[in-house]
Nanobody
Framework: QVQLVESGGGLVQAGGSLSVSCAAS????????MGWFRQAPGKEREFVAA????????YYADSVKGRFTISRDNAKNSVYLQMSSLKPEDTAVYYC?????????????????WGQGTQVTVSS
């Protein structure tokens, strides 16, 4: 069992930067691949970024590639999403997710554990 708690969301102007964090507890964090997803009002939850257990492999949605960076600190049981050049269309609730395994996963259907989400709002 893994418990995930996101933090760091907020309001930022278009073109600005923001970082969100996810703290994990309850199990050995390094055994889990991690992902970030987001959900805007009236839309499906969509993939944003994913990291392997070590952080050595990462994968991004095309819509955020070059603007967002996923990283993790296994010593702190945390995963981060650094967002820059933010656009109004990045406005959503951002969720972190965990899956036991060694790979990098972009499908929300394979993640077993989810945080409660943190709101990111980008104003134009």
């Amino acid at each position: 069992q893994v418990q995930l708690v996101e933090s760091g969301g907020g309001l930022v102007q278009a073109g600005g930067s923001l970082s969100v964090s996810c703290a994990a507890s309850g199990s050995t964090f390094k055994n889990y691949a991690m992902g970030w997803f987001r959900q805007a009002p009236g839309k499906e939850r969509e993939f944003v970024a994913a990291s392997s257990w070590s952080g050595g492999s990462t994968y991004y949605a095309d819509s955020v590639k070059g603007r967002f960076t996923i990283s993790r600190d296994n010593a702190k049981n945390s995963v981060y999403l650094q967002m820059s050049s933010l656009k109004p269309e990045d406005t959503a609730v951002y969720y972190c997710a965990a899956r036991h395994g060694l790979g990098v996963y972009s499908s929300k259907d394979v993640y077993n554990y989810w945080g409660q989400g943190t709101q990111v709002t980008v104003s134009s």
